[in-house]
């Protein structure tokens, strides 16, 4: 079953009442939760981040930075901030040596990403020789795949491809906004999802409320019963 990481981030940066939004999903039954090193100071994330634990939920952070020097702060972050899991970046090689020694599984983008919102570029053949590289190097635990943000792939085919040629669990990021899209994400073997904006604009079925969509998200989308090893 594939799982649903939920981004406490709304247009790419985390949102200003995060701890206010994860303790109305006290009880929802989600398991994972997410944000942004955008929007919010480290010391924010790390109490954002101690909640979600403290409800018993996995907390991932996704580094969309588009600098070097950015992307290397932002993985710094990741220990002081005690996430679980660190998504995105492109430039694993800074990735394994920074994150080496931490409790945190690292997922970094596969292909060719730039621009802040990211975007996808490449065909699915080079994401997919790309992907297979990445998962073979020794630090990284998976892929955080930007498939809905690659703007002419047919993007069933794109997940199948990175899946395939992975070793690990595949999240798909950005711009998922409907079951269908979820569905297709399943079929092609993605290990979970991620949504922030969609349900923070009250796009997805569940009612207005951020807590109802969460909720109407896990009952197509329920998830492991224990993450990914």
Partial sequence: ???????????DATVPDALDVLAELRDSGLRYVGFKD???????L????????????????????TSVEDERRSLEAAG???VDWVLGGT????GTEILAGLDVRYCPFPGTVVGHPSVLEGEIEEIAVDARALTARPGV??????????????????????????DGPVIAAGSVATFAQIEALERAGAWGFTIGSAIFEGRLPGGLSVAGQVEAVLAVAPGEKASAS
């Fill in 1 to 11: 079953m594939i799982n649903f990481v939920f981004m406490l981030t709304k247009d």
């Fill in 38 to 44: 955008v929007g919010a100071t480290p010391e924010q």
């Fill in 46 to 65: 790390a109490e954002v981040a101690a909640a979600a634990h403290a409800q018993g939920l996995e907390v991932m952070l996704e580094v969309v930075s």
């Fill in 80 to 82: 002081p901030i005690g």
């Fill in 91 to 94: 430039h694993p090689e800074l």
């Fill in 141 to 166: 635990d998976g892929l955080d795949l930007l498939a809905y943000r690659h703007p002419s792939a047919d993007i069933e085919r794109l997940v199948e491809a990175v899946v395939a040629a992975s």
